[in-house]
Nanobody, 125 residues
C-alpha cells in the first residue's frame, strides 16, 4: 500500500493541526494504521495507532488527551488531530500501515510494512 501524508505546517504553541494520510494500491481496511514522529537527532517514536475496524485506538503518553487518531475506510484515509500543541511536538510525522487482526493495535515500528514520506510539524513557543 502507498501512503501520502499531508497537513503539516508551522503553528504556535497551544494551536492545532490535522494531519491526513491517503492510502492507495491495496484494500485500506486490511491494514492497521499508525502515526510516528521523528525529531532532529532523535529516534522515530510511536504517536498513535488505530485498528482496522477503527474501533480501537492507542496513544503514547506524551500525546494522550491532546491528539486523536481516526480513519475513514470509505475514503482510504487516516487522520491525526493534534490539539494543544507544544514545542516538543516538533518533528516529522509519518503515517504507516501494517497487517494485523481486525481489532489489533500495532505500536512498534517493525510491525509496520509501509510508510508515508513524512510531513513536518513545527510548533513555536
Amino acid at each position: 500500500v502507498q501512503l501520502q501524508a499531508s497537513g503539516g505546517g508551522m503553528v504556535q504553541a497551544g494551536g492545532s493541526l490535522i494531519l491526513s494520510c491517503a492510502a492507495s494500491g491495496r484494500t485500506f481496511s486490511d491494514y492497521s494504521m499508525g502515526w510516528f514522529r521523528q525529531a532532529p537527532g532523535k529516534e522515530r517514536e510511536f504517536v498513535a495507532a488505530v485498528s482496522r475496524s477503527g474501533g480501537n485506538t492507542y496513544y503514547a503518553d506524551s500525546v494522550k488527551d491532546r491528539f486523536t487518531i481516526s480513519r475513514d475506510n470509505a475514503k482510504n484515509s487516516v487522520y491525526l488531530r493534534m490539539n494543544s500543541l507544544k514545542p516538543e511536538d516538533t518533528a516529522v510525522y509519518y503515517c504507516a500501515a501494517g497487517e494485523g487482526l481486525y481489532y489489533r493495535i500495532l505500536t512498534k515500528i517493525n510491525q509496520y510494512d509501509s510508510w508515508g514520506q513524512g510531513t513536518q510539524v513545527t510548533v513555536s513557543s
